[in-house]
């Protein structure tokens, strides 16, 4: 068997090996989550291997010609130390070349992304509560299955969020098995989206999308009604949005994990004030 230390594309069930890895390492990735992120582009999940065993993954997601986010960075533990880390993530880089790249990194690791080429933009904190809760839907806004709204509608508005068009991962990430996909209208047009899908524990809400804070607390309490309360629910906040912070805060959550949100080149110009929860640290 030989030793050498091969990159290619991962197929897709060896795609589940890298959510499984992120599973180990406690970031908790939803159930389909697989089937959805190798929507959002089919070769861009990188894997190295040494014979059959798997070393290190990356995802590095092309979104249109000119954005792509990385996420999956995971090395083999027995592997660690050995270089093939700095080379996969070059790799990842290369497949990315000429775009702006994002990343949700570990806050302790921005000193490494910096020497890539990668500036802070802000902080994302994952804050932790439960299902269930009083009822706090404001008087006067009604959320809705948001199967019952245009497709069209939903690609539209969720570009104000985010800097390319991910229609066919939005497909797969709004109707798998499990998920609360919720929407508000304003004079027949979205003016807020809200999805919850279920992980490993508990739901993961994200997107988390609204024009304002009211529009937003009722798709998140909405939301969590229909979650037992005997299960987790977390929330992935930027923490430049006082209003998101302040939900946060309102449902009685309690931070448990941050990132630092990056990029390489010209950050994108997408609503963060509007965001009260980003779909995913994997793919942005």
């Not at 959510?19 to 861009?44: K, L």
């Not at 000119?66 to 996969?88: C, D, E, M, Q």
């Not at 806050?107 to 890539?116: F, I, K």
């Not at 607390?217 to 969590?224: D, G, N, Q, T, V």
Request: hydrophobic letters at 40%.
């Amino acid at each position: 068997m030989s030793n050498e230390f091969v990159i290619r594309t991962m197929n897709r069930s060896e795609i589940d090996i890298a959510v499984d890895w992120a599973a180990a390492e406690g970031w908790n990735p939803g159930i389909c989550d697989a089937d959805c992120f190798r929507q959002a582009d089919h070769t861009g999940f990188l894997g190295g291997w040494i014979g059959d065993e798997p070393v290190a993954t990356i995802s590095a997601i092309r979104y249109g010609r000119s954005f792509g986010f990385l996420g999956f960075y995971i090395v083999n533990p027995k592997y660690r130390g050995k270089g093939y880390g700095l080379a996969i993530w070059n790799a990842g880089l290369d497949y990315l070349e000429g775009r702006t790249i994002g990343l949700d990194g570990v806050v302790a690791q921005q000193d490494n992304y910096r020497r890539s080429g990668f500036t802070l933009a802000y902080n994302n904190i994952r804050y932790e509560g439960t299902g269930g809760g009083r009822n706090r839907i404001p008087s006067g806004i009604a959320a809705i299955p948001l199967d019952s709204v245009p497709k069209t509608k939903l690609y539209r508005y969720d570009r104000t969020f985010f800097p390319e068009e991910r229609t066919a991962f939005l497909d797969c990430w709004t109707s798998r098995p499990g998920t609360i996909s919720l929407g508000i209208l304003n004079n027949d047009q979205l003016a807020g989206v809200g999805i919850a899908r279920r992980c490993r524990t508990g739901f993961k809400v994200g997107p988390l999308f609204a024009d304002s804070p009211d529009i937003a607390e009722a798709l998140f309490s909405s939301i969590r009604s229909a979650i037992p309360d005997t299960e987790p629910v977390f929330l992935d906040v930027p923490s430049v949005n006082a209003d998101a912070l302040a939900l946060s805060a309102r449902h009685n959550m309690r931070p448990v994990f941050e990132t630092a949100r990056m990029y390489k080149g010209n950050a994108p110009e997408i609503s963060v004030d509007r965001t009260y929860g980003i779909t995913s640290f994997e793919l942005g």
